[in-house]
Antibody
Framework: QVQLVQSGAEVKKPGASVKVSCKASGYTFTSYDINWVRQATGQGLEWMGRMNPHSGNTAYAPKFQGRVTMTRNTSISTAYMDLTSLRSEDTAVYYC?????????????WGQGTLVTVSS | QSVLTQPPSASGTPGQRVTISCSGSSSNIETNYVYWYQHFPGTAPKLLIYRDNQRPSGVPDRFSGSKSGTSASLAISGLRSGDEADFYCAAWDDRLSGRVFGTGTKVTVL
């Protein structure tokens, strides 16, 4: 079955960086974009950007441009999200997700989420 | 910072019908498909509706989606206690060139 398995929780100090991984299985990793979505404490879902695992091309939400980098290692079907210059407002659960929709069906899978806590 | 606006809460008694609205603009809902998710805290969001009104396999027909102009709605009929969760709409936004989510609606079963 399709699975996206993310790395474990992280605690970081303000100004540091965090790298979250997302390992895909059960489908061809390069077939669908990997998106990153976060939910800050008490807030709603927020799209951060997406990466095409085949080409490596990325598109980032304006809010995160300059601070986020999305990469992949196709040999191990793993995507990464690197967020720099962390501040307390970045404390959130970070999800990777692959979604693609057809007239006859949908492909919509999410990782289990990774809690990133930014605290001095 | 959410581009799509939802009511913060909605409620109903078991068996009732609840409707959640999602208000957007010409750069998102009016010109792109709408998606609806159910989110239980601590778990991954679950897709309920895609392409405005399509249900993925396994989602009961108690859940239905509709769209008109710059607004969309999710209806839950035959409300059950297990439906208590947060619900989010989502759509592609042409101006932002990215996916946008709604502000979220917490559904309570009284």
């Amino acid at each position: 079955q399709v699975q996206l398995v993310q790395s474990g929780a992280e605690v970081k100090k303000p100004g540091a960086s965090v790298k979250v991984s997302c390992k895909a299985s059960g489908y061809t990793f390069t077939s669908y974009d990997i998106n990153w979505v976060r939910q800050a404490t008490g807030q709603g879902l927020e799209w951060m950007g997406r990466m095409n695992p085949h080409s490596g091309n990325t598109a980032y939400a304006p809010k995160f441009q300059g601070r986020v980098t999305m990469t992949r290692n196709t040999s191990i079907s793993t995507a990464y999200m690197d967020l720099t210059s962390l501040r307390s407002e970045d404390t959130a659960v970070y999800y990777c997700a692959a979604f693609h929709y057809y007239a006859s069906g949908s492909f919509d899978y999410w990782g289990q989420g990774t809690l990133v806590t930014v605290s001095s | 910072q959410s581009v799509l606006t939802q009511p913060p809460s909605a409620s109903g008694t078991p068996g009732q019908r609840v409707t959640i609205s999602c208000s957007g603009s010409s750069s998102n809902i009016e010109t792109n498909y709408v998606y609806w998710y159910q989110h239980f805290p601590g778990t991954a969001p679950k897709l309920l509706i895609y392409r405005d009104n399509q249900r993925p396999s396994g989602v009961p027909d108690r859940f239905s989606g509709s769209k008109s102009g710059t607004s969309a709605s999710l209806a839950i009929s035959g409300l059950r206690s297990g439906d208590e969760a947060d619900f989010y709409c989502a759509a592609w936004d042409d101006r932002l060139s990215g996916r946008v989510f709604g502000t979220g609606t917490k559904v309570t079963v009284l």
